[in-house]
């Protein structure tokens, strides 16, 4: 059984910089794509970026230029840079691991951004 475990979430100040982290255990196929998506309160969840293991990365308008994925094949971890941050990128940000067919999620972290 995979496990996603995130940390790193909390309240940060508009312009501020937060890390969230998202640690992958288990029977995990090393062919894969790892992402963190965000669910606002009211909104449906949403792509915010994802990086596949070989390094391609993806990200969201919304973020670009402010957010960075990166990740560890060796530890199965992925890591989300949030620099510059807005008010309205307070949300649950939830992590995920897919290797189609499976697909899993993290538990979520919260992040508020608020002065």
């Known amino acids: 059984q995979v496990q996603l475990v995130e940390s790193g979430g909390g309240l940060v100040q508009p312009g501020g910089s937060l890390r969230l982290s998202c640690a992958a255990s288990?029977?995990?196929?090393?062919?894969?794509?790892m992402g963190w998506y965000r669910q606002a309160p009211g909104k449906e969840r949403e792509l915010v970026a994802t990086?596949?293991?070989?390094?391609?990365?993806n990200y969201s308008d919304s973020v670009k230029g402010r957010f960075t994925i990166s990740r560890d094949n060796a530890k199965n971890t992925v890591y989300l840079q949030m620099n510059s941050l807005k008010p309205e990128d307070t949300a649950i940000y939830y992590c995920?691991?897919?290797?189609?067919?499976?697909?899993?999620w993290g538990q979520g972290t919260q992040v508020t951004v608020s002065s």
């Open positions: 995920n691991l897919r290797y189609l067919p499976n697909d899993y």
């Open positions: 288990g029977s995990i196929f090393s062919r894969n794509v």
């Open positions: 990086i596949s293991s070989g390094g391609t990365t």
